[in-house]
């Protein structure tokens, strides 16, 4: 019950095309959902973030949308860049501080 | 500007050898993680605290310790290494209220002959 599973585990995308990384979880009381980057050499840093209260989150030309009935959330990254390439990680927390981590997707943006 | 400061950034040690990583934040965070990251795994969670003399037991504990003296510091131990605990490891720190902003660290990369 304390899972996230995300998917796929690594995705190529063309310069310029929308990049989905999905993520599902089990725990119904989880009321916090962070996706995170991260560059080869570095720590994740925060992206976006949604709680359950809404469907949709902008930020840009990042989208998190949210499911809240499936149990699923996804990031959505419009305009891919190359710059966009990086390994990206959903989260899910409730009111303890701690976060439950999907496995990672390495995205690969191709010029 | 506020950060967070992990030291080593490169290790290599023997099997049995007690390593201390460390990890220094500036925010002032109450709220500090260690978790190590391994390949099809994601983050996992070895320790936390939430404060002065608090210590907490993540996911993946064993064979790992740590301590809370003063806010700024949050030092991981690994009582006798293994091959096992090959891993880049990763520290945390964040704010006050549930869903604060986990910010990471650099990372250490350890590696247990």
């Known amino acids: 019950q304390q899972q996230v599973k995300q998917s796929p585990q690594s995705l190529i995308v063309q310069k310029g095309g929308i990049s989905i990384i999905n993520c599902a979880y089990e725990?119904?009381?989880?009321?916090?959902f962070p996706w995170y980057q991260q560059f080869p050499g570095k720590g994740p840093a925060l992206l976006i973030a949604i709680r359950p209260d809404v469907s949709e989150k902008k930020e840009g030309r990042f989208t998190i949308s949210f499911n809240k009935s499936a149990k699923q959330f996804s990031l959505h990254i419009m305009d891919s860049q190359p710059g966009d390439s990086a390994t990206y990680f959903c989260a899910a927390s409730y009111s303890n501080y701690q976060l439950i981590w999907g496995a990672g997707t390495k995205l690969i943006i191709k010029p | 500007d506020a950060e967070i400061t992990q030291s080593p950034r490169h290790k290599i040690t023997e099997t049995g050898r007690q390593v201390t990583l460390a990890c220094h934040q500036t925010w002032n965070h109450n709220n500090m993680f260690w978790y190590r990251q391994d390949l099809g795994h994601g983050l996992r969670l070895i320790h936390y605290?939430?404060?002065?003399?608090?210590?907490n037991k993540g996911e993946v504990s064993d064979g790992y310790s740590v301590s809370r003296s003063n806010t700024e510091d949050l030092p991981l131990t690994l009582e006798s290494a293994a091959s096992s605990q090959t891993s880049v490891y990763f520290c945390?720190?964040?704010?006050?209220?549930?869903?604060?902003?986990?910010?990471f660290g650099p990372g250490t990369r350890l590696t247990v002959l």
């Open positions: 945390a720190s964040s704010g006050p209220r549930e869903g604060d902003t986990q910010y």
């Open positions: 605290s939430y404060g002065v003399q608090d210590t």
């Open positions: 725990n119904t009381a989880f009321d916090y």
